[in-house]
């Protein structure tokens, strides 16, 4: 069984120490989908929600959530990032969300990435509810990581 590393010995949580770490490259992209009605989507694809566009807003919103990832997630440090970026596709019934984030540290960006995915689908759905309340947000999840000391990963399909 692994260690679990945000426990001390005694069992209290505890911010894992990665002072001895030595700074890498790493990068890591999560996505998630927002699924909707054909006219919400059909809205957000025309400019035409009410509440302005909505892809703009819900990029903005997800690279500010990623730099603010260690306000929300308990242990969690706070990381000087390189670069957040956050694309939308269109899909049949839905909007894709992929996020990137970047740094050279001594931990990695996964919680940055998957922050950012999940604020910005939270977005669209704040944007678009008036137009689609049972709007899903489904699948977010971790794509791909590289570097540090596990080294590369990428989700299988």
């Known amino acids: 069984m692994n260690k679990l590393t945000h426990l001390d010995s005694q069992g209290k949580a505890r ?19 927002i699924r909707m009605s ?24 997800g690279i500010m959530a990623a730099k603010k990832t260690a ?27 992929t996020a990137t984030a970047a740094l050279t540290g001594r931990t990695g960006v996964e919680m940055e990435a998957l922050t950012a995915v999940s604020v910005a689908l939270l977005t669209v759905y704040d944007m678009a509810k008036a137009i689609d309340k049972g709007m899903t947000i489904e699948g977010v999840r971790l794509i791909e990581k590289r570097g540090g000391k596990s ?6 399909a």
């Open 71 to 97: 306000e929300l997630i308990p242990l969690c440090h706070p990381l000087a990032l390189d670069a957040v970026t956050l694309d939308f596709t269109v899909e049949a019934g839905a909007v894709r969300a």
């Open 38 to 61: 054909a006219a919400a989507l059909e809205a957000i694809r025309d400019g035409a929600v009410p509440k302005g566009d909505v892809l703009a807003a819900a990029r903005i919103a």
């Open 15 to 33: 911010m894992v120490d990665v002072g001895g770490k030595a700074q890498t490259q790493r990068v890591a992209i999560a996505e998630g989908r």
């Open 151 to 156: 080294g590369d990963w990428k989700a299988g």
